[in-house]
């Protein structure tokens, strides 16, 4: 039997490497491609291994061909391959999609990930180990100012990042070579290390309570952050970054090291709206987050996490479009709120900072929670939550065990009466299942920041690369419609990232990978949710204890997200660009404003445009009613004493905003009440 499967998956390694030379193109270095898809097949998470396998098996068989291609024939062996790629791209059946669009984007991200492709474009090497090459990265020159997030020095150079860079003993355990049973107790267990679980960890132990988090993501720090997609990318992101929805419609970006999304993110701080939060205590029952009640808060994670406005003289030339095409047309536009100092703008902010600039959970909140003696264990996932005593209705809570295992095969047991859920908007769901604790508003109401991108294509180099993303915002539109609309920023760009999201293969998408120095990104998040009797989708627990993740735009947010489209194609072209291309299967390219309208006209149905978001959250959102949330105002699982949820899940709607400083900020509140109420 083993054999056999050995034998199987050798020969499906073959043929998605036989499809991958199609998706990529005569061009590619077969030896390359062969090298960075069987490592990547190795190491993905099983199951999604096997979907790939799978998928590379329909595009490649014959009777799939007839009916989706029109062609009985192996896609791999047949001189019209490409065009029976095509007819898979762009089938009406929405299947036929989602197989060809999930294979075509895992090969683009994973080849263009490598070196020497990137070579082949003219991607500069690491800024760690060369000097800054074009004017928007390294230190900006002049004086230190201690209120900017960006390094400044007379010589421009990176001598004092450099310094900062110290290989330094880690004080975090990781479990992943532990062997046996370990048992542990504690006051507070907290699960995760992100926005909410390291806020959470760092308030709690610095109250002088005894606390372990577990993380089940590796343990890094900046020496680990070698800039390099390749190497560190996806030991960064959930499911080594093919974390997508079930129907592949969706890519989802989460953060899944030390730090979570924090590490990984691109740094924008955003408050959460003001009548977001009146929303929320209005429709949901939330207590003590409006707009006054957290604006001491917000002071307060500002500071901790040094989060400025990005001077003038520090945005990349994308930025600058941003903002020149926003102006023009009128529309407010301002420079961000990032949390960094001493920024050197080597743009690779998505594979960590590696010159602890960016002032994420990292470098701030998880410090002080081990300062304060907090115990942080790497490498744990959590498998459940099981209460181990009589809940008596009085006093303490009722004590309970956490399970854990490494990937070693090692079993942590840790005990303690509290118990912090903080493992993020798909994990936390799926732990409370598994305990079982589920149901009521567990795993649903899912909510995303539906986010697409327009590639412009500018007259001038703007290497897209390098630079500090995300510096600008235009919010025009953030209340379009009762509260909920679209605004656009501009991204960080790796080049794996860019050719998963850009539209076609072959020889057509190896020319725009080409274009890659003169390209300005943009991309437009819609806040979800405006179809209010529309649960967009939800986390459960397959029955092969796999997770399936649904997500389903409703109509009035698809009217948003073309709309965001479109407006990102104004702003472009309004800034200078030459022409403007949609992530469409089939792209639609805008030179002047009368080319508009097609945008406004196209499909978004699934993977008829690349989709992804960064912002998962609400599948264990607050609210009074048992029956449709996931915890109670104060954060605490409905009939689980002394079980709390901090992370991104507790959301009630999507923010609308960048999630960052929301988490950081409930967080800080809940576990603080805690603390103030004595139930820990």
Known sequence: ???????????????????????????????????????????????????LRLATSLLDHPIANLVVARRFARLSRDPAAATMLERWLTSRIALARSVGHGVRRFVLSTYYAQPEPQAALGVLPPL?????????????????RDDEPVARSVDGGLADSRRRLRREASQVRSASTWTGTHYFRADVVVIGSGAGGAVAAARLAEAGRDVILLERG??????????????IGADLFADRGLRTTDDQAFTLLQGAALGGGTTVNWMLMLRTPDHVLQEWADEHGTEGMTAGDLGKVFDRVEGETHATVVPDDAHNPPNRMLIAGARAL??????ARINARGCVRAGTCSLGCRYRAKQSALEVYLPRAIAAAARVISDAAVERIVVTARDTGRGKPPQKRVHA??????????????VVLAAGAV????????SGLGGGGVGRFLRLHPTTSVLTRMPNETYPLAGVPQTSVCAEFARKSNGYGYWIECPALTPGLAAAAASGFGAEHFA???????????????????????????????????????????????QHVRESIAACARIALAGGAVEVMTLHSRPIVARTDADIPAILSASVAANDVTLFSAHVNGTCRIGRDASNAGVMPNGERFGVRGLYVVDGSILPTAPGVNPQETIYALSTVLTERMIEENKV
């Open 512 to 558: 725009r990978m080409k274009q890659l120095s003169h390209l300005a990104p943009l991309i437009a998040l819609v806040r979800d949710g405006v179809d209010k009797a529309a649960s967009n989708g939800g986390v459960t627990l397959g029955r092969d204890g796999v997770p399936r993740i649904r997500y389903k735009l409703a109509s009035g947010d698809a």
């Open 427 to 434: 994990e936390t769901p799926l732990i409370l299942q598994r």
């Open 405 to 418: 295992r490494a990937q070693s095969g090692a079993e942590l047991l840790v005990d303690a009466a509290v």
């Open 218 to 231: 590796r343990a890094v720090q900046a020496s680990d952050f070698s800039e390099r997609e390749h190497e």
């Open 1 to 51: 039997m083993h054999g056999n499967r050995t034998e199987r998956e050798m020969t499906a390694s073959a043929r998605l490497l036989d499809v991958a030379r199609i998706v990529v193109g005569e061009h590619a270095d077969r030896d390359v491609l062969s090298r960075a898809l069987s490592e990547r097949l190795r190491t993905a998470p099983p199951h999604i291994a096997r979907q």
């Open 128 to 144: 760690h180990s060369r000097a800054p090459q074009v004017a928007w990265e390294g230190a900006l020159r002049g004086v230190q």
């Open 330 to 335: 009128g529309w407010h536009v301002e420079s």
